[in-house]
């Protein structure tokens, strides 16, 4: 079983639609982080969460420590927003992260 | 400070031939990993690397793959005898001391192609 899980692994909106990816962890971390790769692309960190919630223009992150969930919301979404958007945690011991398998954002006009 | 710089973007190599991927961290990180995306999976860890050492290669398959940071110039993840398998994009990231367990910065990858 994998240490993150994400949800869902697809999705398609409409432009303009509000946009909620899930991510379930197993294990303790030290800290949860939110990346986005475009098609081709390399990868950009969008978040680092240890706790609460952050915001970031139309993207907002959230943890809930106990349940070992986040979320990661994109408001107005847009079809420039398209992406794999990966969770990745980092354990108390260690360094290396762990990932989800990315959730493939297709946003419409 | 330019970011992580990969090296090349893009390689093509014929089963059995040896691939060299090379990965610059930003200026002041001592911190290394590289990790892999195999086509429709996740990224996986390889290894860790600090200056002239290996600290964690426990997700490095056993032959074949070899991975190093000298003193001086890049870290280079070694590939002997490639095989299709190995087709995947493989990325960089590095971290400062300070932040090693938290913070990383991520390249934009090496996409390696077995023929």
């Known amino acids: 079983k994998n240490e993150v899980e994400q949800s869902p692994q697809n999705l398609t909106a409409q432009e303009g639609e509000f946009i909620t990816i899930n991510c379930s962890y197993s294990v303790g971390i030290s800290a949860l982080h939110w990346l986005q790769q475009h098609p081709g692309g390399g990868i950009v960190s969008l978040f680092m969460?240890?706790?609460g919630k952050k915001k970031h223009g139309r993207l907002i992150a959230t943890i809930n420590i106990q349940e070992k969930h986040s979320s990661l919301h994109i408001t107005a979404s847009h079809p420039r927003d398209s992406a794999v958007y990966i969770c990745?945690?980092?354990?108390?011991?260690?360094?290396?992260?762990?990932f989800g398998t990315g959730t493939s954002l297709t946003v419409i006009p | 400070n330019a970011g992580v710089m990969q090296n090349p973007r893009h390689l093509v190599r014929r089963r059995g031939q040896e691939a060299r991927l090379r990965c610059s961290p930003m200026k002041g990180h001592s911190h290394v990993y590289w990790y892999r995306q195999l086509p429709e999976e996740g990224l996986k860890f390889m290894v860790y690397?600090?200056?002239?050492?290996?600290?964690?290669e426990s997700g490095m398959p056993k032959e074949r793959f070899s991975a190093e940071f000298p003193k001086e110039g890049p870290s280079i993840l070694r590939i002997q005898q490639v095989v299709r398998g190995d087709s995947a994009a493989y990325f960089c990231?590095?971290?400062?001391?300070?932040?090693?367990?938290?913070?990383?910065?991520f390249g934009p990858g090496t996409r390696l192609l077995v023929l």
């Open positions: 690397l600090q200056k002239e050492n290996i600290i964690d």
């Open positions: 990745a945690v980092s354990l108390n011991t260690g360094n290396q992260f762990y």
């Open positions: 990231a590095s971290s400062p001391p300070s932040l090693a367990r938290e913070t990383q910065y």
């Open positions: 969460l240890s706790s």
